[in-house]
């Protein structure tokens, strides 16, 4: 067996500190340049196409799905792919966003005539901006790193690690400018964890809850709380019952029902049956809003031991109702 050579730990340590030292000196870099660059990007009316050669291609398609995922189309183009047809993707209305640690990487300077003559606007970031590229942008960032990780100092490692956290800086910057909200993020990240999460009640609430009015008889409460919402295999196990404002004045479950029966039962009183929802109703339910996050919502219920749950609008209007099963569906944890 192949004797391996003793494991340099103190490399190890070098490559973090000369990346990290990479990325600290980008801190004091960013100037009207940078604010420029997310202007154009606020503008861009159409896509964002990031576009870079090897490493840098790489650190491209990180950035495009970062950009995406927080509100701003945008792809990765292949700049070799580009010359032989891909270009076609490229309308008046984008931005093209170049990476290049040398700004003379061949197959992006390609590109720059086509570019320039359907009136694109360009941002390069590049470790050099007074090279082709960056002269030929709308706006150059400087990305440069004063040497790589590499012991050699050829495989590129502290420039790209560079490149990618000025492109997270402008992505984050560029979301907050738009005014990107969680809901947002959750509506991108249907499938996704941090999407569930910031889910609102709104998204899973079902909007025709079973309600009756105050007087209503008996017949009439244990009809609404039998009725299925459409989507659903089975009932709430409840209705709302409001006044005749519309205003939400309680609840009635069916364990409200058998507490009355029982209750009828043991002390031999009337009929239920000729009671009123005013009579039965539990007063002052718990309700949450459509715009609470989902996780709470369920959080309060399990709190509260309840499997459904009236959301209510301005002026304690009935807006719909939710159950405990459907935010288990949804695999909020």
Same mark, same amino acid.
């Given at each position: ?13 070098? +490559? ?5 030292? %990479?990325? $600290? @000196? !980008?801190? /004091?870099? =960013? ?5 420029? #660059? ?116 050829? +495989? ?5 690690? %560079?490149? $990618? @956290? !000025?492109? /997270?800086? =402008? ?5 907050? #400018? ?116 989902? +996780? ?38």
């Amino acid at each position: 067996m192949t004797r391996l050579a003793a494991i340099d730990i103190a490399l190890a340590r070098k +490559v973090l500190q000369t990346e990290a030292d %990479a990325i $600290l @000196a !980008l801190i /004091d870099r =960013l100037d009207g340049r940078f604010e420029q #660059a997310v202007q154009i990007l606020l503008d861009c009316r159409g896509r964002v196409l990031v576009t870079g050669m090897g490493k840098s291609g790489i650190i491209c398609r990180k950035l495009a799905a970062t950009l995406s995922s927080t509100g701003t189309p945008a792809f990765f183009l292949h700049p070799a792919e580009a010359v032989h047809g891909d270009l076609g993707a490229l309308q008046s209305d984008d931005v093209i966003l170049a990476l290049s640690n040398s700004g003379e990487t061949e197959e992006l300077l390609r590109l720059l005539e086509t570019i320039k003559r359907l009136g694109a606007r360009m941002i390069a970031m590049t470790g050099d901006c007074a090279s082709t590229l960056g002269q030929a942008a709308d706006v150059a960032l400087d990305c440069h790193v004063s040497e790589e990780a590499c012991p050699m100092n050829l +495989v590129p490692t502290a420039s790209t690690t %560079a490149s $990618l @956290a !000025l492109g /997270d800086a =402008l992505a984050m910057t560029l979301f907050v #400018a738009k005014g990107f909200r969680q809901e947002d993020f959750a509506n991108i990240h249907p499938g996704g964890r941090l999407g569930k999460r910031l889910m609102r009640v709104e998204q899973l609430m079902h909007v025709d809850a079973p309600i009756v009015q105050l007087q209503a008889s008996m017949p009439d409460v244990m009809q609404a709380m039998s009725r299925t919402a459409p989507g659903r295999l089975r009932s709430f196990g409840m209705t709302c019952v409001v006044g005749g404002d519309g205003r939400l004045a309680g609840v009635i479950t069916d364990g409200d029902l058998r507490r009355l029966l029982m209750s009828a039962q043991q002390s031999g009183s009337g009929s239920v049956l000729d009671r009123t929802a005013a009579d039965v109703m539990s007063r002052s339910p718990v309700t949450v809003s459509r715009a609470m996050l989902a +996780v709470e919502a369920l959080r309060l219920m399990e709190e509260k031991k309840i499997t459904s749950v009236v959301v209510v609008g301005h002026a304690q209007q009935v807006d719909g109702v939710l159950h405990v099963h459907d935010l288990w569906r949804t695999q909020l944890f």
